[in-house]
């Protein structure tokens, strides 16, 4: 069955720093993959997206993703974390023999201090 | 962009009564739409998938009698929640595929419902 990890359910870093959210899928057929933030009380924001091609993304708000096939991973990173990336963040692989409905991960709440 | 319009945000309700959420997409035409429901502190799990003109898609362990979903037009798909209880209170969003470009939706802004 399809599935998402991320590892860390909470991470911790100073304002400046940079960033990497790890992300581990399972899915039998190359996958498309996503990264969405959530303010708290709010719906999902999508920050990029992988279906084929070069395999490091770049996304909105300065975010970049790398597709690893070996590793079956799409990491986040951010070279330089903002007060304002405070959120959590969910990875999400597409079924697409279902229509592309979304298998998410635990998501990841990010802290980022002054 | 594709925008997608959720409503309400927010809904309080007595325990035995339903609750219709809406779920619209404003500018572009969505066959498909999905429905998922976050617990407190959890990730989205996938309720449902909504087909315009069929019967909806349910995933296992939800049941299609107490969460009835309904896709009548290219840019509306509802999801009542009937004779809700309080453990039906979480937080509900919905997804719309656009047509022209199947391999992404875009969520709505989300619901929160409470049942007291």
């Known amino acids: 069955a399809q599935s998402v990890t991320q590892p860390d359910i909470h991470i911790t870093v100073s304002e400046g720093a940079s960033l990497e959210l790890r992300c581990n899928y399972s899915y039998g057929a190359t996958p498309y993959l996503f990264w969405y933030v959530q303010s708290p009380g709010q719906g999902l924001q999508l920050l990029l997206k992988?279906?084929?091609?070069?395999?490091l993304v770049q996304g909105i708000k300065g975010f970049e993703a790398e597709f690893k096939r070996s590793q079956s991973s799409f990491n986040l990173r951010k070279p330089s974390v903002h007060w304002s990336d405070a959120a959590e963040y969910f990875c999400?692989?597409?079924?697409?023999?279902?229509?592309?409905?979304?298998?998410f991960g635990a998501g990841t709440i990010l802290r980022v201090k002054s | 962009g594709a925008v997608v319009s959720q409503h309400p945000s927010r809904v309080i309700c007595k325990s035995g009564t339903s609750v219709k959420i809406e779920c619209r997409s404003l500018d572009f035409q969505a066959t498909t739409m999905f429905w998922y429901r976050q617990f407190p502190k959890q990730s989205l799990m996938l309720m449902a998938t909504?087909?315009?003109?069929?019967?909806?898609?349910?995933e296992q362990g939800v049941e299609k009698d107490k969460f009835l979903i309904n896709h009548a037009s290219l840019t509306l798909s509802t999801l009542t929640v009937t004779s809700a209880h309080p453990e039906d209170s979480s937080f509900y969003i919905c997804s719309a595929r656009d047509n022209r470009a199947d391999t992404e939706a875009f969520f709505g802004q989300g619901t929160r419902l409470t049942v007291v």
């Open positions: 909504s087909n315009e003109g069929s019967k909806a898609t349910y």
């Open positions: 999400a692989v597409g079924i697409m023999e279902y229509g592309n409905k979304l298998v």
């Open positions: 992988y279906f084929s091609g070069d395999t």
